[in-house]
């Protein structure tokens, strides 16, 4: 699976977007972006995850580059309680792999009121 | 609402003991993993399974063991727990006709071993 590299941290005031980047240059065609956030003392969440189109659900955007080297979670009205830990992360979906995820240091994002 | 509930949010151990964490999952799913999670090295890998009775090796499998006898039930064993064990421990699952890469975590099991 295809490295990734986040800011290890980033400020966000609450009621506007926070935008969290991903680099991922080494990825390959049938690679997937998962993002996952992890609260203080909770286990990570699921977030979002896409291939090469933009995907939005209820809780945030992804937008991925046309190259697919770099992606960005969208939060796009952050509340305190999204202070977390957001991961980005690239894993093939091909046949034989059942979701082993390497997590790698995250982004620690800090919404301030 | 899914679920993974895993047994104990806290545990205090001394070193030696054999430690049992257990952890359930309501999805039917048929892949469970453990993670650990220190300060500084993220969440690491220590074993997984796709199936009963299978289980497969992590990143960092040394120390510990897994039981997988029935589908829903994943247990991690420290057979004689050492105070480089202190960790809080995360239990997941996931489908495999569903997305690989989407996981449900459990609370998280936070031991200490003294």
């Known amino acids: 699976d295809a490295k990734t590299t986040q800011p290890p941290s980033m400020d966000c005031a609450e009621g506007r977007a926070a935008n969290l980047p991903c680099n991922h240059s080494?990825?390959?065609?049938?690679?997937?972006v998962y993002w996952y956030r992890q609260i203080h003392s909770q286990g990570p969440q699921y977030i979002i995850h896409?291939?090469?189109n933009n995907e939005t659900n209820e809780m945030a955007s992804l937008i991925i580059t046309e190259d697919r080297k770099s992606s960005t979670l969208i939060l796009p009205h952050a509340t305190l309680r999204d202070t977390a830990v957001y991961y980005c992360?690239?894993?093939?979906?091909?046949?034989?792999?059942?979701?082993?995820?390497?997590f790698g240091q995250g982004t620690t994002l800090q919404v301030k009121p | 609402d899914v679920k993974v509930t895993q047994s104990s949010r806290y545990l205090v151990k001394r070193t030696g003991e054999k430690v049992f964490l257990e952890c359930v999952q309501d999805?039917?799913?048929?892949?469970m993993f453990w993670y650990r999670q220190d300060p500084g090295l993220g969440l690491r890998l220590i074993y997984f399974?796709?199936?009963?009775?299978?289980?497969e090796k992590g990143d960092i499998p040394e120390g510990y063991s897994v039981s997988r006898e029935k589908k829903e039930r994943f247990s991690l064993i420290l057979e004689s727990a050492s105070t480089n064990q202190t960790s809080m421990y995360l239990c997941?699952?996931?489908?495999?006709?569903?997305?690989?890469?989407?996981?449900?975590f459990g609370e998280g099991s936070r031991l200490t071993v003294l």
């Open positions: 896409g291939l090469k």
């Open positions: 999805m039917d799913h048929e892949n």
């Open positions: 399974s796709y199936d009963v009775k299978m289980k």
């Open positions: 992360i690239v894993i093939n979906r091909g046949s034989g792999n059942t979701g082993k995820l390497i």
């Open positions: 997941a699952s996931s489908s495999s006709s569903g997305g690989a890469g989407e996981l449900f």
């Open positions: 080494t990825i390959s065609g049938n690679e997937y």
